[in-house]
């Protein structure tokens, strides 16, 4: 277990494609899409691109935001976690910068407007982090 827990911690030191799973807010389905996550400075955040129109996942986790994180690369596990819809402009505009250059994006200031952006916590107890 220590050594899955070890190759959990060093899977989430750089962001890769992963999927989530969310409630549906008005079905109370679980609902499991593909996304990108990023870990900045040691704390993981999941974004997307720029659009007026809110994404359901983001939606979903507005009203009720435990999730399940799951590798999917060389490391698999589903990691319960919960999200902290992130909406302070000032640390929108602390955090995008990065994910921008992780995209290869120059359009900051579209992405603080328009990009949903959530932090993600684990549960701990289940993750086996320290």
Do not use: C
């Not at 190759?7 to 079905?27: F, K, V």
């Amino acid at each position: 277990m220590e050594h899955m827990n070890d190759a959990i911690r060093a899977a989430l030191e750089r962001g890769q494609t992963i999927d989530i799973t969310t409630t549906g807010r008005r079905t109370g389905e679980p609902r499991r899409i593909e996304i990108v996550f990023h870990n900045i400075d040691g704390r993981i955040y999941i974004s997307g691109t720029p659009s007026p129109r809110k994404r359901r996942w983001l939606a979903n986790l507005e009203a009720d935001p435990h999730l399940t994180f799951h590798l999917k690369g060389r490391v698999r596990a589903d990691l319960p976690a919960t999200a902290r819809v992130i909406t302070d402009e000032a640390e929108r505009r602390a955090i995008f910068p990065h994910v921008a250059r992780n995209w290869r994006r120059n359009d900051v200031e579209t992405m603080v407007r328009y990009s949903p952006l959530i932090e993600v916590t684990f549960d701990r107890a289940r993750v086996g982090a320290a």
